[in-house]
């Protein structure tokens, strides 16, 4: 979903060997996000650029938790003969090419 959201984002992810777990979010529009803490407890978040990418993915977990999935889970999807994705439900819809 984030793929969708916010295209050519990357992601990483560390966990030290104290537990203490960092994942990073770049974008190549220079947005980034980089979030930090340990089990159990809400990470520190860090973002800047023009995207709130950290922001976008909290929307999409929102989501996920509040509906119990993402619009994206069985959706229709048309290929056209370029090989362009259209995939829609309802009000959601978004374009892969």
């Known amino acids: 979903m984030l793929e ?7 992601c990483a992810y560390r966990e030290d ?3 203490r777990r960092t994942a990073w979010l770049v974008h190549p529009d220079g947005s980034w996000a980089r979030a930090t803490g340990s089990k159990g ?3 520190t978040v ?3 650029g023009p995207r709130r990418l ?4 909290e929307r999409i977990r929102n989501r996920l938790n509040t509906r119990g ?6 959706v229709p999807l048309t290929i056209t003969p370029e090989g362009a994705i259209h995939l829609s ?3 959601w819809n978004a374009t892969i090419s």
């Open 89 to 91: 439900r309802g009000r």
């Open 54 to 57: 950290w922001d976008v993915l």
């Open 41 to 43: 407890e809400p990470p």
């Open 4 to 10: 969708l959201r916010a295209p050519g984002t990357e």
């Open 46 to 48: 860090h973002q800047s």
């Open 17 to 19: 060997e104290d537990g």
């Open 69 to 74: 999935g993402l619009p994206v889970y069985g």
